[in-house]
Nanobody, 123 residues
Framework: VQLQASGGGLMQAGGSLRLSCAAS????????MGWFRQAPGKEREFVAD????????YYADSVKGRFSISRDNAKNTVYLQMNTLKPEDTAVYYC?????????????????WGQGTQVTVSS
């Protein structure tokens, strides 16, 4: 499966952005989907993931209550709605797909990665 992330940009603190991740090559419903981010000089970290059906989600503590992950399997797309953005949310955001049948926040357990989209939040 090929993943294409989009929707990043420059936003002031307190604003909102919605990221999209479009899949091609295979139906998205076959995968657990996740979002990760990587800030300059830091390791790539888990942000959120969603079950194959979309019925279950899981978030990193740093984004809980502000970010929301969702998916539309008919459109082969996963979304990350980001609200109340903070400067520390600045990073390149990556979507990823896992063949595992259950949630995972472990980067190594994701099999396919998109190219990333830059999110910059100014104070």
């Amino acid at each position: 499966v090929q993943l294409q992330a989009s929707g990043g940009g420059l936003m002031q603190a307190g604003g909102s952005l919605r990221l999209s991740c479009a899949a091609s090559g295979r139906t998205l419903s076959s995968y657990v989907m996740g979002w990760f981010r990587q800030a300059p000089g830091k390791e790539r970290e888990f942000v959120a993931d969603i079950s194959r059906s979309g019925g279950m989600t899981y978030y990193a503590d740093s984004v809980k209550g502000r970010f929301s992950i969702s998916r539309d399997n008919a459109k082969n797309t996963v979304y990350l709605q980001m609200n109340t953005l903070k400067p520390e949310d600045t990073a390149v955001y990556y979507c990823a797909a896992s063949n595992l049948p259950y949630f995972t926040s472990r980067r190594a357990q994701y099999d396919y990665w998109g190219q990333g989209t830059q999110v910059t939040v100014s104070s």
